[in-house]
Every structure is written in structure tokens, then in C-alpha cells.
């Protein structure tokens, strides 16, 4: 019963910038991990960036240096600043969190995909 939801993405030229942004809600105890991933046209899913809940980052090597991952844990959002775009950037683009939600009596852990917002990058 937890939702996450991306908004911000869009076309932009090459060299362009776009900010994504992804907000989760339900019965949230705690997020650990978050992350952005893409998925471009005939290619399989990849890990773009990820944050930990203590604010650790790592990023794909094709983006680094030109995206930036953040989040609000008093918010349970998660952005992607993404700078100095590229054709090849041009994906469907994933929020994913790792949520500890509450059902009866239990806490359990669980990773939570959203439902992906397009960015396409052309002149």
C-alpha cells in the first residue's frame, strides 16, 4: 500500500536540464534506499543513481559529474537534478525505494517501483 510517484519529466534539448522528482506515500514507517532508474527504447532496465537514507550516493558512470541525486526524508521524496542531457539519456525513467511499511502487527521491508516518467532528449 505504498505509491511512488514521479512528475518533472519531459523534452529538452541536448544540453538541456531537467529536475525529477518522486514522492512516496502510504503507511511509510521509514524509507532506506532510493534510487532512479532508466529504461531507453529496446534496452533493459539500469540503475541511474541511487541514495542511501543517510545521504551516501552512487551513480551510473555515464552520468557522473552530470546528474545529482537528493531526497527529503521529512517529505519521502527523492529527486534527480539531471544536467547537460544527452540523446542517450532519452528513457523512461523509475523511482524505486526500499519502504518499511506496517501490516497488523508486522513491519516488513519492501522495494517499490513507480510507474516511470518519459524524458527524451532532441534537437
Known amino acids: 500500500q505504498v505509491q511512488l510517484l514521479e512528475s518533472g519529466g519531459g523534452l529538452v534539448q541536448p544540453g538541456g536540464s531537467l529536475r525529477l522528482s518522486c514522492a512516496a506515500s502510504?503507511?511509510?514507517?521509514?524509507?532506506?534506499?532510493m534510487a532512479w532508474y532508466r529504461q531507453g527504447p529496446g534496452k533493459e532496465r539500469e540503475l541511474v543513481a541511487a541514495?542511501?537514507?543517510?545521504?551516501?550516493?552512487n551513480y551510473a558512470d555515464s552520468v557522473k559529474g552530470r546528474f545529482t541525486i537528493s531526497r527529503d526524508n521529512a517529505k519521502n521524496t527523492v529527486c534527480l537534478q539531471m544536467n547537460s542531457l544527452k540523446p542517450e539519456d532519452t528513457a523512461v525513467y523509475y523511482c524505486?525505494?526500499?519502504?518499511?511499511?506496517?501490516?497488523?502487527?508486522?513491519?516488513?521491508?519492501?522495494?517499490?517501483w513507480g510507474q516511470g516518467t518519459q524524458v527524451t532528449i532532441s534537437s
Open positions: 524505486k525505494a526500499d519502504v518499511w511499511t506496517r501490516t497488523g502487527i508486522a513491519a516488513t521491508r519492501a522495494g517499490y
Open positions: 502510504g503507511t511509510i514507517l521509514s524509507i532506506n534506499d
Open positions: 541514495i542511501t537514507s543517510g545521504g551516501s550516493t
